[in-house]
């Protein structure tokens, strides 16, 4: 016995694969003189799986299931007489390991003797030795599992992290010399990549483009269509002027891109320093506060969100006026609608109060104040959102 135990441990520790590990228990198990039937059953996810058995004995009565059998004994933790079936097996031993089973043994031992009071005990010291065995199997082979699990969740982590540090690399810089204007922008995701966008460049024309986008869903999917999105903003902005038609080519873009399952929400923005004019289309994004010469708005939206629909309705450029220290605070979604521990939205109000109580701070002091504000207003509450923030002063 000491040495089929070894056998095992060593093909254990060599890591052997569990094709191999499986065949070397079974040949183990019939090389037992007292064994005169075997069968062996994993069990994972609540679904039993014969390993092996002897079938040209395993012939029980009709109707009979040895899964709904095995399944009925539950979390059998020791070994168990089979009484009242038709199985060949006179007992039943499990694996269980940290309040899991792992499989059953079935086996039929053979008596030393004709005497019952002679094969208590030898019966007991030979169900002891094939469950020491049974569980040095099924244990090493959980851990397997487990290792493997482990290594692809490693795998994962790092190409999340690689996705996450890559999307970070689409974000405009925050030193990026722009002709009239500051810009800041932030942004946090709810995951490790994320749906919310902003950015900020300069045309060939001389004009500002602004944009701030919010993908719906989160995660990798979000974050994709997220990359494509930029990658077009960025292709089409210096050559569609118009930013109506620009709404309408990108709608084309992300309706063929998400295929209907995903829309975006975008504020699109040119601003043209020589004549102080910005042009916007709001295509169902947030309102963009604008504080214009101490008058606040919003500016609301003109169109659909993109991907809605395959065709956006007409519509029109909105252009305002721009002044000495104007102030445009665009943002997504996930600030106004963070909840705190009483289930209360943050809300445009409290933005809107921030904005009018620090007009005289820098865009990236005002990005930073809202983003304090939201971490002490969420209290002991998650962020279950992204969010983004985009904010210009005009000067």
Same mark, same amino acid.
């Given at each position: ?5 070894? /056998? ?12 191999? =590990? ?64 038709? !199985? ?5 031993? +499990? ?6 089973? !792992?499989?059953?043994?079935?086996v039929q031992l053979a ?18 030795? $094939? /469950?020491?065995?049974?569980?040095? #199997? ?5 851990n397997k599992k487990l ?5 692809? /969740? ?22 990026? %010399? ?59 902005? +210096? ?11 990108? &709608?084309?873009?992300? %309706?063929q891109a998400a295929r ?14 020589? &004549? ?11 309102? +963009?506060?604008? =504080? ?19 065709? !956006? ?8 006026? #721009? ?15 963070? /909840? ?10 409290? $933005? ?8 005289? !701070? ?34």
């Amino acid at each position: 016995m000491l040495k089929m135990l070894q /056998q095992v441990t060593q093909a254990v520790n060599d890591n052997f694969s569990r094709s191999q =590990l499986m065949r070397i228990y079974e040949n183990i198990l019939r090389q037992l003189p007292s064994i005169r039937g075997v069968a062996l059953f994993s069990q994972e996810n609540n679904s039993l799986k014969c390993e092996f058995s002897d079938w040209n004995i395993f012939k029980p009565e009709s109707g009979f299931s040895v899964h709904n059998y095995l399944e009925q004994l539950g979390d059998l933790q020791y070994p168990h007489t089979l009484e009242g079936t038709s !199985l060949p097996f006179n007992v039943v031993i +499990p694996s269980y390991h940290k309040e899991k089973t !792992l499989g059953f043994l079935l086996v039929q031992l053979a008596p030393v003797s004709d005497e019952p009071s002679d094969n208590g005990e030898w019966l007991e010291l030979q169900t002891e030795f $094939l /469950q020491t065995l049974n569980n040095i #199997v099924f244990v090493a082979l959980e851990n397997k599992k487990l290792a493997r699990e482990a290594i692809r /969740q490693e795998a994962l982590r790092k190409e999340v992290e690689l996705a996450s540090e890559l999307q970070s690399w689409l974000f405009p810089q925050e030193n990026e %010399d722009l002709p009239g204007l500051l810009v800041s922008g932030t942004h946090k995701t709810y995951e490790e990549v994320g749906g919310d966008y902003y950015d900020f460049f300069a045309l060939p024309d001389g004009d500002v483009a602004l944009c701030i986008a919010d993908v719906s869903g989160k995660g990798m999917s979000a974050a994709l269509l997220m990359a494509n999105f930029q990658a077009n903003v960025r292709a089409l902005f +210096p050559f569609l002027p118009d930013l109506a038609q620009l709404g309408h080519t990108l &709608n084309k873009k992300v %309706d063929q891109a998400a295929r209907g399952e995903k829309f975006i929400t975008c504020f699109l923005a040119r601003f043209d320093p020589r &004549n102080r004019k910005l042009h916007y289309v709001n295509l169902g994004h947030n309102p +963009p506060f604008f =504080l214009h010469q101490g008058q606040l708005r919003q500016l609301d939206a003109t169109a659909p969100a993109l991907g809605m629909i395959p065709e !956006l309705p007409s519509f029109s450029t909105t252009t305002c006026d #721009v002044a000495t220290d104007d102030i445009l605070l665009a943002y997504t979604d996930g600030v106004t609608e963070l /909840q705190n521990d009483e289930n209360q939205f943050f809300g445009s109000d409290r $933005l809107m109060n921030i904005l009018l109580e620090n007009t005289l !701070l820098t865009p990236s002091e005002i990005n930073a104040i809202v983003a304090m504000q939201l971490n002490t207003f969420r209290g002991n509450s998650p962020f279950r959102d992204d969010f983004a923030l985009l904010t210009c002063k005009f000067f």
